[in-house]
């Protein structure tokens, strides 16, 4: 089991920056590839960001590209998005999620544990 608790949501102004950091505990954790996904509010679940295990590779998807980053730190069993320029349309509950490295990393499908997600509301 991995367990992964998120941090760093909250309300920022439009233009503004956010970075969210994700824990993770239980197993070693640069054994899995990591993702962040996000759900706004009467959406689906969408893929947002994705990084190897070795932070060495990554892939983003189109509505974010040039705004936000994803890194990790192995040492610290911590994963985290860097989110630039925020607009009210980035507003949702992010999640991070954990999967071993034969999987499509871009698929919620994929994925193995997730966290309880923390909020990020962008006021305009």
């Known amino acids: 089991q991995v367990q992964l608790v998120e941090s760093g949501g909250g309300l920022v102004q439009a233009g503004g920056s956010l970075r969210l950091s994700c824990v993770a505990s239980?197993?070693?954790?640069?054994?899995?590839?990591m993702g962040w996904f996000r759900q706004a509010p009467g959406k689906e679940r969408e893929f947002v960001a994705t990084i190897s295990r070795s932070g060495g590779g990554t892939s983003y998807a189109d509505p974010i590209k040039g705004r936000f980053t994803t890194s990790r730190d192995n040492a610290k069993n911590t994963v985290y998005l860097q989110m630039n320029s925020l607009t009210p349309e980035d507003t949702a509950v992010y999640y991070c999620?954990?999967?071993?490295?034969?999987?499509?990393?871009?698929?919620?499908?994929?994925?193995?544990?997730w966290g309880q997600g923390t909020q990020v509301t962008v006021s305009s």
């Open positions: 239980g197993r070693t954790f640069s054994n899995y590839v």
């Open positions: 999620a954990a999967t071993g490295p034969l999987r499509v990393p871009t698929m919620e499908a994929s994925y193995d544990y």
